[in-house]
T-cell receptor, first 111, second 110 residues
Framework: DTEVTQTPKHLVMGMTNKKSLKCEQH?????MYWYKQKAKKPPELMFV???????INESVPSRFSPECPNSSLLNLHLHALQPEDSALYLC??????????FGEGSRLTVL | QKEVEQDPGPLSVPEGAIVSLNCTYS??????FMWYRQYSRKGPELLMY????GNKEDGRFTAQVDKSSKYISLFIRDSQPSDSATYLC??????????FGAGTTVTVRA
């Protein structure tokens, strides 16, 4: 079992809803990530937090808003999403030498 | 040209066969090389991690990195039906940004 825990596992939301995805890791990693994965495609990087500071933002629309409350937690706030945002959202954390560990993902459906 | 090239397959082999997967890349700055296994509707699981060139073995899995040829491989010996999954190669330079291959779908037939 992965040591990166994501909740919820499944989420269905309307285009006017506000929801959040949550991620937690207790491996002492200081870098945490959000990826988006569409069917039969590799993961695409959205955000990177390093030492609780946002260090990479891959030009993601503002309807996705990341938050890193502390070194173990990472949230992704969702607002006014579009149906094309339906995907598997993956949280990950990494060691200092770049080993990246993923969670099981949150499967999001936007109606 | 993509930064990382990986044949998407699909690849179908009989149980007990050796599965051979590979990726090529163009960025000579890549130093860290990883292979992930992803089952349907699950997150990717880190299988093998290699820094720079060389071979690494873990049970039935062997990873090889040839930086001079910009080529990495993953071999699965004595393949089992439970090895049926999508295998993703990934690599990065000294920062946090991984570049992924497209993923190869493997089916091991019982």
């Amino acid at each position: 079992d992965t040591e990166v825990t994501q909740t919820p596992k499944h989420l269905v939301m309307g285009m006017t809803n506000k929801k959040s995805l949550k991620c937690e890791q207790h491996m002492g990693h200081r870098a945490m990530y959000w990826y988006k994965q569409k069917a039969k495609k590799p993961p695409e990087l959205m955000f990177v937090y390093s030492y609780e500071k946002l260090s990479i933002n891959e030009s993601v629309p503002s309807r996705f808003s990341p938050e890193c409350p502390n070194s173990s937690l990472l949230n992704l706030h969702l607002h006014a999403l579009q149906p094309e945002d339906s995907a598997l959202y993956l949280c990950a954390s990494s060691t200092n030498n770049g080993e990246l560990f993923f969670g099981e993902g949150s499967r999001l459906t936007v109606l | 040209q993509k930064e990382v090239e990986q044949d998407p397959g699909p690849l179908s082999v009989p149980e007990g066969a050796i599965v051979s997967l590979n990726c090529t890349y163009s960025n000579s700055a890549f130093q860290y090389f990883m292979w992930y296994r992803q089952y349907s509707r699950k997150g990717p699981e880190l299988l093998m991690y290699t820094y720079s060139s060389g071979n690494k073995e873990d049970g039935r899995f062997t990873a090889q990195v040839d930086k001079s040829s910009k080529y990495i491989s993953l071999f699965i010996r004595d393949s089992q039906p439970s090895d049926s999954a999508t295998y993703l190669c990934a690599m990065s330079p000294n920062d946090y940004k991984l570049s992924f291959g497209a993923g190869t779908t493997v089916t091991v037939r019982a």
